[in-house]
């Protein structure tokens, strides 16, 4: 079965306080959306839409150098209208289309993956992709009957004090046949405090209408973090940095304080290598096997040859060391 994806990226980001696209911030040397579109290639996704609107030419000159067909939302008329205003994309399109937020960089490969096979294994028209939380506020929450199955989503705002308690929550990734998409997004309607189109009323009108729909619960509430402000934006940082120095270890490098070193993801560590506390390593840099570095290094765009000692409070850039 063919796979389309289609990232809501249309958000002004009121609470990022900037005229940045809030897609665009970087976190550890990228922006926020450049995470999630890495994250698809490992689904062999044949048509990839991201719908834009606030920053609309920041969002287009970046996306350039991606092979994705850019879609604008003239209007923010809620997540159903966004994925809506891909239709005409997808007319031609036979398969499944899966739906994310562009401000969400923190789902694993894995995850997507697992999700989808869950998806086709199921037989399922609607999938959500859901997570266990300790704490869901803000987030809507998943149902399920006694037996365990799933049968609604009730937002946090019409959620009563019982159903508030339920940990379970919604994500915002969703997988969906497209025919079936487009057809229930027709019978969406926008009345509500907010007069907009929900993408999430496609989930109650599937199941009036006999539809199998599922939630499935792999995503962890690392994985499902979204960055709405610079607060979370930092959060975000913290937990990409304790993965990919967890890696690195699991790998065979040392830390000394692990907590102290910023590493941008971009970087190549080999094993047997030592950082030293209070280290930032950025861009392509490389450090070979057994390399050591003393610690409060500033390492950019640079390679560190194998069995090379780098004294503590030196600066490469670009091959070029200075103390």
């Known amino acids: 079965m063919a796979l389309g994806t289609i990232i809501l990226a249309a958000g002004k980001g009121t ?5 940045i696209p809030k897609v665009l911030h970087n976190l550890l040397g990228k922006p926020i959306i450049e ?20 920053g609309a030419p ?7 150098s991606w092979s994705v067909e850019i879609v604008h939302q003239k209007e923010q008329l809620g997540t159903g209208h966004a994925v809506l205003c891909c239709k005409n994309n997808f007319q031609d399109f036979a398969g499944d289309i899966l739906i994310t937020c562009g401000d ?3 789902f694993r490969k894995e995850v997507l993956k697992a999700f989808y096979k869950n998806h086709c294994d199921s037989g399922s028209v609607i999938s959500i992709l859901s997570c266990k939380m300790d704490d869901p506020k803000g987030y809507g929450r998943i149902k399920r009957n006694e037996a365990g199955d799933f049968y609604s989503i009730v937002e946090e705002k019409d959620a009563d004090p019982e159903e508030r308690k339920i940990c379970e929550v919604n994500t915002g990734c969703y ?14 309607k926008s009345d509500n405090a907010q007069g907009e189109y929900y ?3 496609i989930v109650s009108i599937g199941k009036e209408k006999g539809l199998k729909v599922y939630a499935f619960p792999i995503a962890t509430q690392e994985d499902s973090f979204g960055v709405n402000s610079r607060a979370q934006l930092a959060q975000a940082e913290k937990i990409m940095l304790s ?6 270890m699991d790998e ?3 830390f000394s304080m692990p907590e102290t070193t910023y590493i941008e993801p971009t970087v190549i560590i080999g094993r047997d290598s030592f950082i030293g506390p209070h280290s930032i390593l950025k861009g392509r840099t490389q450090i070979e096997k057994g390399a050591f570095l003393e610690g409060f290094c500033y390492i950019e765009n640079s390679r560190v040859c194998s069995g090379e000692v780098i004294k503590a409070f030196s600066k490469l850039i670009g091959k070029k060391p200075t103390q």
């Open 15 to 19: 609470r990022m306080k900037s005229e």
């Open 35 to 54: 995470y999630v579109l890495e994250s698809l290639k490992a689904l062999s996704v044949e048509k990839n839409c991201v719908v834009i609107g606030h």
């Open 58 to 64: 920041l969002l287009k000159e970046f996306l350039k």
């Open 104 to 106: 969400t960089p923190l």
């Open 175 to 188: 997988l969906v046949k497209s025919k079936e998409l487009f057809e229930l997004l027709g019978s969406v």
């Open 199 to 201: 993408l999430t009323d």
């Open 243 to 248: 993965r990919i120095r967890e890696s690195l």
């Open 252 to 254: 065979g490098v040392t």
